[in-house]
């Protein structure tokens, strides 16, 4: 692949640049509830409105209809003028859009995807249950063909924005004797279905990040099924590979962003040993070389894995790689900031907001969307066709 821009995509990416440095909120983002799916609907009405909504997306249903290259180049600099984290909007931009567009009919097209791009709807994903998080293929929640209508009972757990989300999108199982892998179905679920009972998880600090949702003889219609019936592994697994395809650009560049504060920091406080600053020390210096370095290696190995998707029109299992790689390096630099930097930063105003939480933060960086023995599995049987993990 090229990894040169082109003259028009140099263009591109400085007026992505010039639009974020003048519209980027500076007001901090509420941490959950309905005024932070406020808060996320209207940011995403004035990206809408700004016309950066859905770079890749066709133009038919609001987007722009440009090259991955040029979502990519948004991702950066949205990621570069730390415009606020998509939150509430994730899912359907990130998950539930991308796989409609791939996926879904133009009928399921229309009638989803300019909500999203507008900042009408927040989507949430019905995939985890209790016993089926990274085994996600033994999900037991069951639906059942009834006319023209798919009736589900069961249960999901962790699923973000459940509370304040208007559509789900929902993984069931429609035939209980098929292999684990067969007689699933994504399909998209009204969140306010009659039978539909959401159970906020509150943490320990007070904050509801997740849900548990249940599910009583709720009836959503066939025609809400994306894909084929049974057939909704295959589409699932697009949505994960958007999730750790174009979309993972973002949080590199973040990273990249916390790894040049730290470097900074690092520069400011005492070193171990006797060092008259952390940076002095060669250990230290030496460490956060090493994450920097890794993480340039990872920008462009997703570099080449958006040149495979312009090319094949959609994301594989190499966004695997990404992921798998990308949280490793997180948590070797929160480990190099909780050694280096946030002792000496406890109690100031930026201690809990970046060094301490992103610390903490960072422990479920190998656990979420996919444990780090998932992704292993996925880079072992689909990229280099080693037998199946019994």
């Known amino acids: 692949?090229?990894?040169?821009?082109?003259?028009?995509?140099?263009?591109?990416?400085?007026?992505?640049?010039?639009?974020?440095?003048?519209?980027v909120p500076r007001e901090r983002r509420p941490e959950d509830g309905p005024e932070a799916r406020a808060f996320d609907l209207a940011w995403q009405q004035t990206i809408y409105a700004g016309g950066w909504a859905g770079i890749s997306w066709p133009k038919e249903y609001g987007g722009r209809d440009l090259s991955m290259t040029e979502q990519l180049?948004?991702?950066?600099?949205?990621?570069?003028?730390?415009?606020?984290?998509?939150?509430?909007?994730?899912?359907?931009?990130?998950?539930?859009?991308?796989?409609?567009?791939?996926?879904?009919?133009p009928e399921q097209q229309a009638l989803y995807l300019p909500p999203i791009l507008k900042g009408e709807v927040v989507w949430c994903q019905g995939f985890s249950e209790p016993g089926s998080g990274s085994d996600l293929a033994s999900l037991r929640t069951r639906a059942v063909i009834d006319g023209d209508e798919l009736v589900v009972n069961g249960q999901k757990i962790w699923t973000s924005f459940a509370n304040i989300a208007d559509i789900q999108e929902l993984l069931v199982?429609?035939?209980?004797?098929?292999?684990?892998?067969?007689?699933?179905?994504?399909?998209?679920?009204?969140?306010?279905?009659?039978?539909?009972?959401?159970?906020?998880?509150?943490?320990?600090?007070?904050?509801?990040?997740?849900?548990?949702?249940?599910?009583?003889?709720?009836?959503?219609?066939?025609k809400n099924v994306v894909g084929e019936i049974n057939d909704g592994w295959s589409v699932a697994m697009s949505t994960l590979s958007f999730e750790r395809g174009t979309a993972f650009m973002a949080e590199i560049i973040d990273l990249s962003n916390v790894i040049e504060r730290l470097i900074e920091r690092a520069k400011e406080v005492p070193g171990p040993l006797g060092a008259r600053t952390a940076w002095d020390d060669d250990r230290v210096r030496a460490d956060?070389?090493?994450?920097?370095?890794?993480?340039?290696?990872?920008?462009?190995?997703?570099?080449?894995?958006?040149?495979?998707?312009?090319?094949?029109?959609?994301?594989?299992?190499?966004?695997?790689?990404?992921?798998?790689?990308?949280?490793?390096?997180?948590?070797?630099?929160?480990?190099?900031?909780?050694?280096?930097?946030?002792?000496?930063?406890?109690?100031?105003?930026?201690?809990?907001?970046?060094?301490?939480?992103?610390?903490?933060?960072?422990?479920?960086?190998?656990?979420?969307?996919?444990?780090?023995?998932?992704?292993?599995?996925?880079?072992?049987?689909?990229?280099?066709?080693?037998?199946?993990?019994?």
């Open 288 to 390: 956060l070389a090493q994450v920097r370095a890794e993480l340039a290696a990872l920008r462009a190995l997703n570099y080449a894995t958006v040149s495979r998707i312009s090319r094949t029109g959609k994301p594989g299992p190499e966004g695997s790689i990404v992921r798998f790689f990308f949280s490793q390096i997180l948590q070797r630099t929160y480990q190099i900031a909780a050694d280096v930097v946030a002792p000496f930063d406890l109690g100031g105003e930026d201690a809990f907001s970046r060094w301490t939480v992103g610390y903490s933060a960072s422990f479920r960086a190998t656990i979420a969307a996919g444990t780090k023995d998932i992704q292993r599995n996925t880079i072992a049987e689909r990229l280099l066709g080693l037998p199946k993990d019994r």
């Open 1 to 23: 692949m090229n990894l040169d821009f082109s003259p028009e995509e140099l263009l591109f990416r400085e007026e992505a640049r010039t639009w974020l440095e003048e519209h």
């Open 173 to 222: 199982r429609t035939d209980p004797d098929a292999p684990k892998h067969k007689g699933i179905t994504w399909v998209v679920c009204d969140m306010a279905s009659p039978g539909i009972t959401i159970r906020p998880i509150r943490n320990i600090a007070g904050r509801v990040e997740f849900c548990e949702v249940f599910y009583d003889d709720v009836r959503i219609p066939l």
């Open 73 to 105: 180049i948004w991702f950066e600099e949205y990621a570069r003028a730390e415009a606020p984290w998509l939150g509430t909007n994730f899912v359907g931009q990130s998950h539930a859009g991308p796989t409609i567009i791939a996926r879904g009919t």
